[in-house]
Structure formats: structure tokens, C-alpha cells
């Protein structure tokens, strides 16, 4: 008799707490989905998070950030920074801040958040450039896309090591591993998140189908964000937990209809990103 394998239902049953979803993340993920959303509503939104807004402050002044002069508010921010920017910012700290698994993990979640923030930008700079998805939500998919291990880690961490060690032994990705040993995967229980939080469905659709090359074709910020765990991994670093070789994979800007030059030049405009992110991870675990 065979054992059942875990599926989705048992591991979302199990997590003890279900990390509830701030008010202000509420709130940013409203301006994230409405494309007619200003700086003021931002502004609006931090001035009432005092302890956010300190965050953001202290992110966009530290060394790593690079900006030549000291940033003293908020509307200098705005103006600096472009709205935008000061949003995925906001969403990032705050994200982390709820998400984050404090003391003792025996996984490297910073690193793992430091990855989560260049694939949210590269998959946004993509966007922008390639002009067929909005930027804003393939960050969100992008900073979001592995919450799943988050979960996974919560519901087993002696398992959740387990998988990794099997990744190392047998030089393959974390998401392999669950996908042979479960009857799910960290993709499947992100989206899961993204749902019980409310996000908004291409958002769920990201995160849901990011490593399953059958559909980033069909959903386009699934595409964006594989394409930037790529582009991430050739450029910095592979993430915590995956051991599989790069793919070298030719066809890859095929999947999101990007021409081979624009693939080239993004990634030579993300120099920095990750100095960014550190900047971000750096302030806010
Ligand atoms: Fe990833
Ligand atoms: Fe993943």
C-alpha cells in the first residue's frame, strides 16, 4: 500500500498561523491593481504608517542605495524615487515584515528575499520594456513568486531541509524535488496565499504557474517571471535551495515574445538591482 503523498489542502490545513494580511498591503496592493492610482495615494497610505514610512526612509539612505543626496521625506522621495519605485518599496518592506521567519531558520531566507526582489524588478523592467504587461503587477509576482517556500518551510522545516539536501544531492531545482515527493509544489501554495490575501487574478496566476513551462505562454506574468528567475540567476545569483545548472535555453525570450536584443539589453541595465534589493532586505529583516 502506498502512502498518500501531501497535497495542498493537508499543508494549508496545517500552517499554524496563517500570516493575516496588513492593512497597508491591503491598501498597496489597491493602488498596485488600479492603473489610474497617483503619488498621493501612496503619500496617503505611508502617512498614516509612520514605522513604514521611517522604513523607507532609512532603505532609501543606506550606503547600498547609491543616491547622492540625503533623502529627509516622504515628497522628496516621491520626487527622487518616482512613485513607483516608492511603492514597490513600500510593498517589499512591508511584505517581508509580515512574511519573514524570525531566528534559527535553518534555511537562508534573506537570500532567498534578496532573489525574490531582483526577480520582482527584472520582471518589471521587462514588462515596461516589452510594453504587453503592466510593471507594477510583475513586480508584485516577481517579490511574491516563492512565498510558497515560506510555507512550506512553516509547515515542515524538517522536510522543507530535507528537500533541499535531495536538490544538492541530485544537482536539481527545490521545486523538482516537491514536485516528485508532494502531490503540490511552493508555486501551487504561494497562489494559494495570493487567493486567501485577496490579490488579484493574473497576480494568483503568476505565482501559480512561474515553473511550469507549459504555461508562461498562456499567462504572461508567469512568463515575465520566469524569464526574470533567469535573467537573475545568470546575472547574480541562483537561489537558495536550487542547484540545477542554469538552463541554457535559447528559446527562452521566445516564451514571452521577447527579441533577443531587448533580452541583451535588459539585462545589462540591471547593474545595480541587486544592491538595491540588498538595500531593501539589508533594512528591513
Ligand atoms: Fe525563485
Ligand atoms: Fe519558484
Known sequence: ??????????????????????????????????????????????????????????????????????????????VLLGFNRLRDIAFTASVIKALNIRGGAQFDFRRLWVHSIVVAQLAAQIAKTLKTARPEIAYVVGLLH????????????????????????????????????????????????AEQWNFPVELIHGIRYHENPEKLKAYIYAGLCNVAMYMG????????????????????????????????SVLSAVEREKDLAEAMVGAGV
Open 146 to 193: 516563492d512565498v510558497g517556500k515560506i510555507l512550506m518551510y512553516r509547515y515542515d522545516p524538517k522536510m522543507f531541509m530535507e528537500f533541499v539536501r535531495l536538490a544538492k544531492d541530485e544537482h536539481t531545482s527545490f521545486g523538482e524535488v516537491e514536485r516528485r515527493m508532494l502531490d503540490t509544489d511552493h508555486a501551487e501554495v504561494g497562489s494559494w496565499l
Open 233 to 264: 540567476t545568470v546575472k547574480f545569483f541562483a537561489p537558495p535551495g536550487d542547484f540545477n545548472p542554469v538552463p541554457v535555453d535559447a528559446a527562452i525570450w521566445d516564451r514571452i515574445g521577447m527579441e533577443k536584443q531587448v533580452f541583451f
Open 1 to 78: 500500500m502506498s502512502m498518500e503523498k501531501i497535497d495542498l489542502k493537508t499543508i494549508t490545513e496545517h500552517i499554524e498561523s496563517l500570516p493575516t494580511l496588513p492593512e497597508v498591503i491591503i491598501r498597496l496592493i489597491a493602488t498596485v491593481n488600479d492603473p489610474d492610482s497617483s503619488a498621493d495615494d501612496v503619500k496617503e497610505i505611508l502617512v498614516h504608517d509612520p514605522a513604514l514610512a521611517a522604513q523607507i526612509l532609512k532603505i532609501v539612505n543606506s550606503a547600498s542605495f547609491g543616491m547622492y543626496e540625503r533623502i529627509g521625506d516622504l515628497n522628496q522621495a516621491i
